[in-house]
């Protein structure tokens, strides 16, 4: 799989926020995902010719982060806005401003190796990831099903212990002896109800049924 496609099928909805009617993925949220999957991804911010962390024409400022992620390596440039996503003019800009451009900047970065980059098109989550979070809920809506239908045969399985003791005692069987077996496969209870699985039910079963 490639990078592209394997940071593109990360659901990213559940980490997005919301600021001025925007969503955006904090830089923070972004990172920890890329490096868990390719531990080795670095970043570094590219400085000016001066050695400063932001470059200007003399007007309006921008930032670049340049990131390496599996032996690739990408750059990506964003200019220094404010809180309405407008350039700030030179002469105005301050140095918090260059730091949460730059952390904006990454994540722009990581777009450009498909993390959230549906985001940068107005969307929330890619069609990749909207694939992948469809298939695990399918796949999570079969294992309920599976579980419930486990559940039910388990419960018909016990079923038959409780009404074979009924059987066993009027047909003389000790008590005690009945729940003996049964307490054997429920750690200490007399209940059968108490099996776990259909295997210890159905063992259960023969050996009552043995007496």
Not at 45 to 66: H, L, M, P, Q
Not at 143 to 167: F, G, H, P, T, Y
Request: charged share 25%; net charge neutral.
């Amino acid at each position: 799989m490639s990078t592209f496609t394997a940071l593109s099928e990360i659901d990213i909805t559940p980490y997005l926020k919301k600021k001025n009617g925007m969503s955006y993925l904090p830089w923070s949220s972004a990172w920890a995902m890329v490096k868990t999957k390719f531990p080795d991804a670095s970043y570094e911010v590219v400085k000016s010719d001066n050695g400063i962390i932001y470059f200007t024409d003399g007007k309006t400022c921008w930032v670049e982060t340049r990131c390496t992620i599996n032996g690739e390596t990408l750059t990506e440039t964003l200019a220094v806005m404010n809180h309405r996503n407008q350039s700030i003019t030179a002469d105005e800009v301050q140095s918090t401003e260059f730091e949460k451009s730059i952390k904006r900047c990454l994540v722009k970065n990581l777009a450009l190796f498909g993390l959230g980059l549906s985001l940068w098109n107005g969307e929330e989550l890619s069609d990749a990831a909207k694939q992948v979070r469809a298939r695990k809920k399918a796949e999570a809506d079969a294992e309920s099903v599976a579980k419930k239908k486990e559940a039910a045969a388990l419960a018909a399985e016990n079923a038959k212990i409780v009404e074979l003791a009924k059987q066993k005692i009027a047909g003389g069987v000790d008590q005690g002896t009945l729940y003996a077996i049964v307490e054997k496969y429920t750690g200490g209870k007399k209940n059968p109800n108490a099996i776990s699985t259909i295997e210890e039910s159905k063992a259960c079963f023969n050996e009552i049924n043995e007496l």
